[in-house]
Nanobody, 122 residues
Framework: QVQLVESGGGLVQAGGSLRPPCAASRSIFVKINAMRWYRQAPGKQRELVAGITSDGSTNYADSVKGRFTISRDNAKNTVYLQMNSLKPEDTAVYYC???????????????WGQGTQVTVSS
């Protein structure tokens, strides 16, 4: 399995910025493919915010395009979500997700972090 640990959430005023990292544990037996950030606001379904493949291709939800940037440091097994121009509607628990492939045998699997709270005040 791969452990994911998010950090860097917090309380910020509207218009502010945050850059939470998500660190993945290393394993010689597992290859990490795409990594994604999701978020879930109270009373709402979890939604995809941004994703990045192992070769750096990215995709974003329409609601965050132009404001958020996802990046990854493969040497550190870490993915970042640069969030600028934050709005109150960005308030949610942000979860990191990794799609993984065993290098030997076994099926592909998905790992999740525990989440980090982001609160944007107006």
């Amino acid at each position: 399995q791969v452990q994911l640990v998010e950090s860097g959430g917090g309380l910020v005023q509207a218009g502010g910025s945050l850059r939470p990292p998500c660190a993945a544990s290393r394993s010689i037996f597992v290859k990490i493919n795409a990594m994604r950030w999701y978020r879930q606001a109270p009373g709402k379904q979890r939604e995809l915010v941004a994703g990045i493949t192992s070769d750096g291709s990215t995709n974003y939800a329409d609601s965050v395009k132009g404001r958020f940037t996802i990046s990854r440091d493969n040497a550190k097994n870490t993915v970042y979500l640069q969030m600028n121009s934050l709005k109150p509607e960005d308030t949610a628990v942000y979860y990191c997700n990794a799609e993984c492939s065993p290098r030997l045998t076994g099926r592909d699997f998905s790992s999740w972090g525990q989440g980090t709270q982001v609160t944007v005040s107006s």
